[in-house]
């Protein structure tokens, strides 16, 4: 069964502190993997996406990465703002499937 | 120029009433999604639908039924709603395999 799993389920920093969030996966075969940021209120929007034959990709202080191998994949967060306080979704899509599978997300709080 | 749009943004009923949300796109994409959001903010696909054919029902009760009238469009009604309706539906739509565009949520109170 094809499942994402992500860590920690929330997380607290103070603004300017970095920090890192994980995404282990079991889909198969695997096509490739999305970071997408959901603020309160309002649907998520992608922030990266990468394939199997990429192990890091940037979007601004957004940087993911990709370990094929052991299927993990991880969203690093330099220099924190007060505006990247959201839940962070890792989706996994599998090759030929219309439908993604979605992780429950990591809330992410950044305090001044 | 809003890419997904839902409405109503709100929605409160009483336990037992019938109503519809509705979805548009204007991306062109010809795969849109149904998802609904509980309380724990976990995302659980409902349906999707291609090219205005239902491809994937995820074990929805037969009281939620989804209608494409046109590739850009998807829109759910619920009939006797109950409090476990409760929730933040999301539209999506993408193209084949690729990233989805989400709506701004309808978000549903079941009183």
């Known amino acids: 069964k094809n499942q994402v799993e992500q860590s920690p389920q929330s997380l607290i920093i103070l603004e300017g502190k970095n920090c890192t969030l994980q995404c282990n996966y079991t889909v198969s075969p695997f096509s490739n993997l999305r970071w997408y940021k959901q603020d309160t209120g309002r649907g998520p929007v992608s922030l990266t996406i990468?394939?199997?034959?990429?192990n890091t990709k940037s979007n601004g202080r957004y940087t993911a990465t990709l370990d094929a191998d052991t299927k993990q994949s991880s969203l690093h967060i330099t220099a924190s703002q007060l505006s990247d306080s959201a839940s962070y979704i890792c989706?996994?899509?599998?090759?030929?499937?219309?439908?993604?599978?979605f992780g429950r997300g990591t809330s992410l709080i950044v305090h001044p | 120029d809003t890419a997904v749009s839902q409405t109503p943004k709100y929605l409160v009923t009483q336990m037992g009433n019938d109503k519809s949300i509705k979805c548009e796109q204007n991306?062109?994409?010809?795969?849109m999604y149904w998802y609904k959001q509980d309380s724990k903010k976990f995302l659980k696909i409902m349906f999707s639908y291609n090219n205005k054919e239902l491809i994937i029902n995820e074990t929805v009760p037969n009281r939620f039924s989804p209608k494409s009238p046109d590739k850009a469009h998807l829109n759910l009604h619920i009939n006797s709603l109950e409090l476990g309706d409760s929730a933040v539906y999301f539209c999506?739509?993408?193209?084949?395999?690729?990233?989805?565009?989400f709506g701004p949520g309808t978000r549903l109170t079941v009183l």
């Open positions: 989706v996994v899509s599998a090759q030929g499937s219309y439908i993604p599978t």
């Open positions: 990468m394939t199997f034959s990429e």
């Open positions: 991306l062109g994409h010809d795969t």
């Open positions: 999506a739509s993408s193209p084949p395999s690729d990233e989805q565009f």
